[in-house]
C-alpha cells in the first residue's frame, strides 16, 4: 500500500519534494543501507567532445521516476501485464558517485 494521501497528512506528489529515485528514502551512510535494491548514479560525460549532457542522466531519471511515486504499488508494464518494483521491494537512493573533473580512466 502507497504512503501517500489524506491518511497521512501529506500528499507528496511527484513534482513537489526534494527528487530521489521513484521518491524513495536517501541513504548517504553506506553501512546502514538496508534495501534490496541500492540507487547510485553516475553523473559522466566528461569522454565525449562537443557533446556533454549525459553528466545530468542520473537526475534526469530521478526526476522521471517520481511519477511512479504516487499511489501506485510500482511500475506498471502493459506489455508483460506486470507490476515491478512494487511495495515489497525496498528501494534506496544513494544519490550521485564523486566523479573526479576530466578524469576518464580507472585509479
Known amino acids: 500500500m502507497s504512503e501517500n494521501g489524506y491518511e497521512t497528512g ?8 526534494i527528487s530521489t529515485f521513484a521518491k524513495k528514502p536517501y541513504v548517504s551512510d553506506w553501512d546502514s543501507i538496508d534495501a534490496d535494491v541500492a540507487v547510485l548514479g553516475a553523473p ?3 569522454g565525449t ?16 521516476s517520481t511519477l511512479f511515486s504516487f499511489g ?3 511500475a506498471y508494464d502493459h506489455e508483460d501485464d506486470a507490476t515491478y518494483l512494487g511495495g515489497d521491494v525496498r528501494i534506496v537512493d544513494l544519490g550521485d558517485a564523486d566523479i573526479i573533473h576530466t578524469k576518464t580512466t580507472p585509479t
Open 10 to 17: 501529506r500528499l507528496n506528489l511527484p513534482f513537489v519534494g
Open 44 to 46: 559522466f560525460d566528461f
Open 49 to 64: 567532445q562537443w557533446r556533454p549532457g549525459a553528466r545530468f542522466g542520473p537526475r534526469a531519471v530521478r526526476e522521471a
Open 72 to 74: 501506485h504499488a510500482g
